[in-house]
């Protein structure tokens, strides 16, 4: 336990900053791509950016995380990810089946415009599933 709370204490003070100035309701953009949190415990990681989304309305999520499909997934099952417009998982080099799984996480964020997933296996079926929903999927690696 004392491992956790020692883990944690370099994310809480980005997520604290970032409540401060924002006030968690209306936190609509979260960037944490060019913050390195390998030194983080992945546990207090996952927790800490749970409770961030789980309450807040985000629009943008940009992750740059050393976080696993798994806690990705779990992070994008929080029931105020239904607002989100753009979802960047950058160096993401996920396979199709992973892919696959983060675009059926997703679907119940009815206002999603883009999903950009750098370096990532995209299928031509995955690209026509999200466009038939308005949905831009992308590989792109320069975002």
Do not use: W
């Not at 309450?55 to 029931?79: G, I």
């Not at 199709?96 to 031509?124: G, Y």
């Amino acid at each position: 336990m004392d491992e956790e709370i020692q883990g944690m204490s370099p994310l809480k003070a980005v997520v604290d900053g970032i409540v401060k100035s924002s006030g968690r309701a209306e936190l609509e953009h979260l960037d944490l791509s060019h913050y390195d949190t390998r030194r983080i415990l992945p546990i207090a990681q996952e927790r800490l950016l749970q409770s961030l989304v789980a309450s807040t309305s985000l629009k943008n999520l940009r992750l740059n995380l050393s976080m696993t499909v798994d806690q990705v997934l779990s992070l994008l099952k929080s029931p105020n990810i239904f607002r989100l417009r753009h979802f960047t998982l950058r160096r993401s080099n996920c396979e199709s089946t992973e892919v696959d799984a983060i675009l059926d996480t997703l679907q119940h964020a009815v206002e999603l415009q883009t999903i950009t997933l750098p370096k990532a296996n995209i299928t031509e079926e995955q690209i026509r599933r999200m466009k038939e929903r308005g949905i831009t999927l992308s590989n792109n690696k320069f975002c």
